[in-house]
């Protein structure tokens, strides 16, 4: 019986905001290998991988960890994650953001627990609740609504429920939960590695979410909730903002 569970992090060179991401050095680390030794420090992951199509990031990662190269063609990191794990006897995969140097091992942990304890799942994420109300105005981040079994309703980078009776928008997180998803996913391996062959979602193509595509085609997905907040580096100035971080966790 299949038990085991399995860290994958997609990494690609290319990036149109911040080319060569992956390699960009934070604290004199590269920023990949902040998150593998993050990863490494979840307990329930029983190997963590580093799945990429370039050899830059391939020879950085052989100095420290455990790396396979991929195809150039495969369009996304969950398509890479499948790539990776085909012929692995495990469970579960989790995909792993590259680009989250602070990565809680917590989080890695729950996502894969909410999982494995839902049998009627076949994906899981993690959502934070909002708490200040100008977070609702940032539509680089999707948010979800969930049922009473925190099963995923629906995802948008809209501001989802609308409180129509508020007219304050500041008013909102005090009345109605608002939650903002954290992009780490768990797989039920044979779900992932069926997941590219589902017919394309247009909802996932009106707000590039690509979780709507299991939604829309009558999947489950368990969304576990925590207090962790992402701190990702999408430009080169977010890397002084993660060093500040670093060193305030440092004092602290």
Not at 6 to 24: E, H, N, Q, W
Not at 113 to 121: H, W, Y
Not at 135 to 155: G, P
Request: aromatic content about 8%; proline content about 6%.
């Amino acid at each position: 019986m299949k038990s085991g569970i399995v860290g994958i992090i997609p990494a690609r060179y290319a990036s149109s905001r911040f080319p060569g991401k992956p390699l960009a050095l934070i604290a004199g680390k590269p920023m990949i290998q902040w998150v593998y030794e993050r990863a490494c420090l979840a307990k329930n992951l029983d190997q963590v991988i580093v799945a990429t199509d370039d050899e830059r990031i391939y020879n950085t990662v052989t100095g420290f960890g455990r790396v396979v190269m991929t195809p150039e063609n495969i369009p996304s990191g969950t398509e890479r994650a499948a790539y990776v794990t085909r012929d692995m006897d495990v469970e579960i995969v989790i995909n792993i953001q590259g680009d989250e140097p602070m990565i809680d091992p917590a989080a890695i942990e729950l996502v894969g627990k909410v999982l494995r304890d839902d049998s009627e799942a076949v994906m899981a994420t993690l959502a934070r609740r909002v708490s200040d109300p100008a977070e609702l105005d940032n539509f680089d981040t999707a948010r979800v609504v969930i049922d009473h079994k925190q099963h995923a309703l629906y995802f948008s980078r809209a501001v989802i429920p609308y409180a129509r009776d508020l007219q304050q928008k500041s008013d909102w997180p005090a009345k109605f939960p608002y939650y903002d998803q954290i992009g780490i996913y768990a797989y039920r391996k044979e779900f992932l590695l069926k997941y590219k062959d589902l017919p394309f979602s247009i909802l996932e193509q009106a707000e590039k979410l690509e979780q709507l595509r299991a939604l829309e085609n009558g999947f489950k997905i368990r969304v576990g909730i925590c207090n962790y907040e992402a701190v990702c580096v999408d430009k080169p100035e977010h890397i002084a903002q993660v060093e500040k971080k670093m060193k305030e966790m440092n004092r602290g």
